[in-house]
Nanobody, 130 residues
Framework: QVQLVESGGGLVQPGGSLTLSCAASGFTLDHYAIGWFRQAPGKEREGVSCITMHDGTTYYRDSVKGRFTISRDNAKNTVYLQMNSLKLEDTAVYYC???????????????????????WGQGTQVTVSS
């Protein structure tokens, strides 16, 4: 079955850490740029981070720079998002998706695609609360 599956979300106190995983099955992640996005209730989806296909260049939205780290393990066919110093405003459903390149635009990390087909996961809930 071809799919992307996010995991690692949960409830954490402000200042805590979580590591999200984006695991692919049925296809190879190293053929794609990978982006992490989030959507909070009543808000638009926003680009959080992105990692390129070939050289692993990383991009972050301004509000998570210095706190979040995106990485990829092609051997495990998985991309990670390490989130430290979590804030209340980081609460959202986090999604990963495939694309072909990344860039920064204004304050966001943008995932671009010219692929004939891309994949998206179902999301994992991250709740930051005291």
């Amino acid at each position: 079955q071809v799919q992307l599956v996010e995991s690692g979300g949960g409830l954490v106190q402000p200042g805590g850490s979580l590591t999200l995983s984006c695991a692919a099955s049925g296809f190879t992640l190293d053929h794609y740029a990978i982006g992490w996005f989030r959507q909070a209730p009543g808000k638009e989806r926003e680009g959080v981070s992105c990692i390129t296909m070939h050289d692993g260049t990383t991009y972050y939205r301004d509000s998570v720079k210095g706190r979040f780290t995106i990485s990829r393990d092609n051997a495990k066919n998985t991309v990670y998002l390490q989130m430290n110093s979590l804030k209340l405003e980081d609460t959202a459903v986090y999604y990963c998706g495939t694309g072909s390149s990344c860039r920064n635009y204004r304050d966001q990390a943008v995932l671009l695609s010219i692929n004939p087909k891309d994949y998206w996961g179902q999301g994992t809930q991250v709740t930051v609360s005291s």
